[in-house]
Nanobody, 125 residues
């Protein structure tokens, strides 16, 4: 059964760090693309980062470049999102999603048919 489970969210002060995890099961993990998305209250969902299967190309939203790092642990079937220098505008529910489609990953929400339940990240003093 396909399942994506996020964890690692929480409350952190501005400038702090968090590492989110997305544990995947029921998919050929090495070959599928995994993306991270977030949604703040009253705002549309936006793409944050993604990692491509079979090669590992990555992509980041301009708003997180230089602060966030995505990585894939194939032994654990887990994708991580290391978030540093967090800002209040990073607050939101973070979701991971997976897709077998396309040659490389993208951070448009469309085209990802499988989603986790989300984990809350709050950046506040």
């Amino acid at each position: 059964q396909l399942q994506l489970v996020e964890s690692g969210g929480g409350l952190v002060q501005p400038g702090g760090s968090l590492r989110l995890s997305c544990a995947a099961s029921g998919i050929p993990f090495n070959y599928w693309h995994i993306g991270w998305f977030r949604q703040a209250p009253g705002k549309e969902r936006e793409g944050v980062s993604c990692t491509s299967g079979s090669g590992g190309a990555t992509n980041y939203a301009d708003s997180v470049k230089g602060r966030f790092t995505i990585s894939r642990d194939t032994a654990k079937n887990t994708v991580y999102l290391q978030m540093n220098s967090l800002k209040p505008e990073d607050t939101g529910v973070y979701y991971c999603a997976s897709t077998p489609y396309g040659t490389t990953c993208h951070i448009r929400g469309s085209g990802y048919p499988y989603w986790g339940q989300g984990t809350q990240v709050t950046v506040s003093s």
